[in-house]
Each structure stands twice: as structure tokens, then as C-alpha cells.
């Protein structure tokens, strides 16, 4: 597996009113990752020691082919400006700080639930 690894700081907005950042998160969540088959899994990450209000979201895939045609998906939901609309509206609650792409090591190593990204 490979995982597109994000990195944000959470708004102000966010912030003041952190119930509802992880309702609208829960939301958003379902929204954008609902047409792309090709993630195998989500999992989030809020830093709780070290970068106060910075969320970690790592996206599973199966290879560098399936995370392509996640950016070529992408790329073409831009183009709808509904969607497009409602994508941007997340800088209201966070502000992308960078993203990586790593993945599992060529050996067994690692166990229990953390060891594996969960399915959709």
C-alpha cells in the first residue's frame, strides 16, 4: 500500500468551534471520497502534542497507478463547478500546510490496529 499523506492547521473558524470542524469533517469526508473507489482506506490524525490544531489525513492506496487515477479524477471534478465550489469552501475550516506520499516497508513489520488503514 502507498498512502497520500495531508497535512493541515486548522482555521480560526475551526478552532472557536471545534464540534462543529468535526461534523462538517464527518460531511466533507463522505462528500469527497464517495466517487473515488480507488482509496482503500481513510485515516485521520490530530497532532496532540508538538503542532497544536494540525490534522493529519492519510489516504490508502494500492499502488502508484490507483493514486494517479485519484489526481486524474480529480482533475476532472475541478472542471464541475458545484463540486469545485464546495471543495474550496474547506479553507474556511483548515489551511493545507503539505502532503507526501509514503508507504509500507518491503517486510512484515507492524501490528494491530495502526498497523493497516482501515476500509471505506
Known amino acids: 500500500m502507498i498512502y497520500l499523506v495531508c497535512r493541515m492547521k486548522l482555521a480560526e473558524k475551526s478552532r472557536r468551534d471545534l464540534k462543529g470542524f468535526w461534523a462538517w469533517l464527518e460531511a466533507r469526508e463522505r462528500w469527497f471520497y464517495r466517487d473515488l473507489p480507488m482509496v482503500r482506506g481513510v485515516r485521520w490524525f490530530p497532532t496532540t502534542i508538538g503542532e497544536l490544531y494540525t490534522l493529519e489525513c492519510w489516504a490508502a492506496f494500492d499502488d502508484l497507478a490507483a493514486l494517479g487515477d485519484y489526481r486524474r479524477l480529480l482533475g476532472s471534478a475541478k472542471a464541475d463547478d458545484g463540486w469545485e465550489a464546495q471543495r474550496v469552501s474547506q479553507e474556511d475550516w483548515w489551511e493545507f500546510l ?3 506520499v509514503v508507504g509500507d516497508p518491503p517486510c512484515q513489520v ?3 490496529p495502526m ?3 482501515a476500509p471505506l
Do not use: L, M
Open 115 to 117: 498497523g493497516a488503514v
Open 98 to 100: 503539505d502532503s507526501r
Open 110 to 112: 507492524g501490528f494491530g
